[in-house]
């Protein structure tokens, strides 16, 4: 593959990736978050159900078709990973920084 690495999100980042989508839009139909989110159609499948099924995420049927929502729940649950995200972030450029005898201010 022309010294391409593919690297492949985990579940949890798939995860984060969908709460993200659906947050971002309100209501959502599933191609929409499917394209949004870069996945196949049976990755989202499983991974919408999972996050349903912990109460992450509400399925509504309405005249126009199924759309998905963020429950509070998930809401909360997407803030927790954002922190935990910019946590780990920052930890990283510090190491970076001072493997280099740099100092963050």
């Known amino acids: 593959m022309f010294g391409l690495k593919i690297i492949r ?8 990736d969908i709460l993200r989508v ?5 209501l959502i139909k599933q191609t929409h978050i499917m394209y949004k989110a870069n996945l196949t159609y049976d990755e ?6 999972w996050l349903m099924d912990l109460g ?3 399925r509504t049927v309405v005249s ?3 759309f998905y929502k963020i429950t509070n729940l998930g809401s909360d649950a997407l803030s927790h990973f954002e922190k935990i ?10 190491k ?3 493997e280099r005898g740099l100092v963050i201010l």
């Open 85 to 94: 995200e910019s946590i780990l972030k920052l930890n990283h450029e510090k």
């Open 44 to 49: 989202l499948k499983k991974d919408l159900q």
């Open 22 to 26: 659906i947050a971002s839009m309100g």
């Open 64 to 66: 126009e078709g199924i």
């Open 56 to 58: 992450l995420i509400e």
């Open 9 to 16: 999100r985990s579940k949890l980042e798939r995860l984060i």
């Open 96 to 98: 970076l920084y001072s």
